[in-house]
């Protein structure tokens, strides 16, 4: 069983910055692919990032390319997703969710463990 907390979410104005950090329970983690998932108010969850389990691998939404970068720390149990350049339309709760796969994934479905999510949220 692995369990996910994330942290680093918080306010910050248009342009800033802000590393969210994803922490793992249980001992498979190092062998989970990754993602972190984001959902605004009334919209529905979107996919952001996700990485492999050695790191070699990584996918961004393309709203996101170039300004967040996904990385891991597998001697940590931790998932980072580094945002930069942020925008208003960036706001929403983020979430970590890690599978037991080989290939990464953007679809929240084959993900098997979620953390509960941490706010970010960008002022113009």
């Known amino acids: 069983q692995v369990q996910l907390v994330e942290s680093g979410g918080g306010l910050v104005q248009a342009g800033g910055s802000l590393r969210l950090s994803c922490a793992a329970s249980?001992?498979?983690?190092?062998?989970?692919?990754a993602g972190w998932f984001r959902q605004a108010p009334g919209k529905e969850r979107e996919f952001v990032a996700a990485?492999?389990?050695?790191?070699?691998?990584?996918v961004y939404e393309d709203s996101v390319k170039g300004r967040f970068t996904i990385s891991r720390d597998n001697a940590k149990n931790t998932v980072y997703l580094q945002m930069n350049s942020l925008k208003p339309e960036d706001t929403a709760g983020y979430y970590c969710?890690?599978?037991?796969?080989?290939?990464?994934?953007?679809?929240?479905?084959?993900?098997?463990?979620w953390g509960q999510g941490t706010q970010v949220t960008v002022s113009s």
């Open positions: 249980g001992r498979t983690f190092s062998t989970n692919i």
């Open positions: 990485i492999n389990w050695s790191g070699s691998s990584t």
């Open positions: 969710a890690a599978a037991r796969r080989i290939f990464v994934s953007i679809r929240g479905e084959d993900y098997d463990h």
